[in-house]
């Protein structure tokens, strides 16, 4: 079974910067796309920000040049540093990530469990 595991969320003033990690709980063969969602209270989840396996970014409108996604493949974790942060962005931030855990299998989505970022004077 593997689990992500995310850290590094928390309570920021506007203008703010947080780094987010999501790592994989076990060895794994092969992971995919990553990415960041985010979901407000009484919102759907959104994607915030994808990068596949060589490296290719996308974001969503809302976060471009304030956000970077990136990964390191061989610690099977992907980050997303977060700047200039505004209230808007307080969510719970998800990361999402196909993985084929042994050689021979298959693709599967895997998500991590979340973490609270607050962006507040």
């Known amino acids: 079974q593997v689990q992500l595991v995310e850290s590094g969320g928390g309570l920021v003033q506007p203008g703010g910067s947080l780094r987010l990690s999501c790592a994989a709980s076990r060895s794994i063969f092969s992971t995919d796309a990553m990415r960041w969602y985010r979901q407000a209270p009484g919102e759907e989840r959104e994607l915030v920000a994808t990068?596949?396996?060589?490296?290719?970014?996308n974001y969503a409108d809302s976060v471009k040049g304030r956000f970077t996604i990136s990964r390191d493949n061989a610690k099977n974790t992907v980050y997303l540093q977060m700047n200039s942060l505004k209230p808007e962005d307080t969510a719970i931030y998800y990361c999402?990530?196909?993985?084929?855990?042994?050689?021979?299998?298959?693709?599967?989505?895997?998500w991590g469990q979340g973490t609270q970022v607050t962006v507040s004077s």
């Open positions: 990068i596949a396996e060589g490296g290719i970014t």
């Open positions: 999402n990530a196909r993985i084929m855990v042994y050689f021979g299998g298959s693709y599967a989505h895997y």
